[in-house]
């Protein structure tokens, strides 16, 4: 049972993929053909379409679930099977779910809590995880996919894209930088990529793949080839 699903603009599997769902994330069911659901996620209002057989309905005992999300590496499983979960993805309270007639079992203790997290010791789990676009998972992500995640983890909810996400939080100068702050790039006087600030001048962010760069008040700074890669726009603090 796959852990993640595409959202599509069509209803087809040819069509580009503009976001994706964890496992336990929700959506309202908006319309619906015979192999295709039109949704909107509950999270950040984003709408798609997503094949019939990746989605269930909510469980009974759903809105009861703590929220906890699960680490790089957990598992939902049971004697026949398993469901590797990507960092974002929400557990039952009770570590046990019922799914199509099959008890699954969360089988890793080590859960992130909102108050034992911090932005960039979440972003790093997520390190080297090739970039695709409409991603959100270790098996791929795109940059405000990233924040997202990241930020939704930590409790704060932010919208799918960076050009969205730039409209969240509060401006702070180069100078005034920490870590954990969102930092925007800007192309064409058009806001076009995100990452998350760390310690030293340095930050996290999906390009070609989940690494970390130099941050200069210029930009992005290639730590292997030196180039700069982004032209910094702002950086703001959520």
């Known amino acids: ?19 994706s769902l964890l496992f336990g994330e ?3 069911l ?30 009974d ?12 590496g957990a598992i939902m499983q049971n004697s026949t099977g398993r ?11 009770d570590l046990e779910c019922n799914l199509s007639g099959s008890v699954f079992r969360y089988s890793d203790a080590r859960v992130f809590e909102p108050e034992n997290a911090d932005a960039a010791g979440l972003a790093n789990l997520f390190l080297h995880t090739p970039y695709l676009w409409g991603g959100r998972s270790v098996w791929g992500i795109d940059c405000s996919g990233l924040v997202q995640v990241v930020y939704g983890i930590l409790g704060k ?3 799918r894209d960076a050009s969205q996400q730039v409209n969240t939080g509060s401006a702070v100068s ?8 969102l930092a925007f790039f800007e192309k064409d006087e ?24 130099f941050l200069t008040e210029s930009g992005i700074i290639n730590s292997e080839t030196g180039q700069n890669t982004h032209a910094l726009s702002c950086i703001k603090r959520v």
């Not at 049972?1 to 976001?19: A, D, G, H, K, Y």
């Not at 005992?61 to 790089?72: I, L, M, T, Y």
């Not at 979960?85 to 557990?91: F, T």
């Not at 058009?190 to 760069?213: E, P, Q």
């Open 190 to 213: 058009r806001i076009t990529h995100v990452g998350i600030v760390l310690s030293d001048n340095r930050i996290i962010h999906a390009s070609g793949k989940v690494r970390i760069d």
């Open 61 to 72: 005992n759903f809105r009861e679930w703590n929220r906890k999300v699960a680490v790089h």
């Open 26 to 28: 929700t959506c309202l």
């Open 1 to 19: 049972m796959q852990s993640w699903v595409p959202l599509r603009s069509e209803q087809s599997s040819s069509s580009e993929m503009v976001s």
């Open 157 to 159: 909810p932010l919208p």
């Open 174 to 181: 180069f100078a005034e930088q920490q870590s954990g702050d």
């Open 83 to 93: 469901i590797d979960l990507s960092p974002g993805s929400i557990i039952p309270n």
């Open 30 to 59: 908006i319309e619906e053909t015979v192999e295709w659901i039109n949704v909107s996620c509950d999270h950040d209002g984003y709408q798609g379409w997503i094949p019939q057989s990746y989605v269930r309905p909510a469980l």
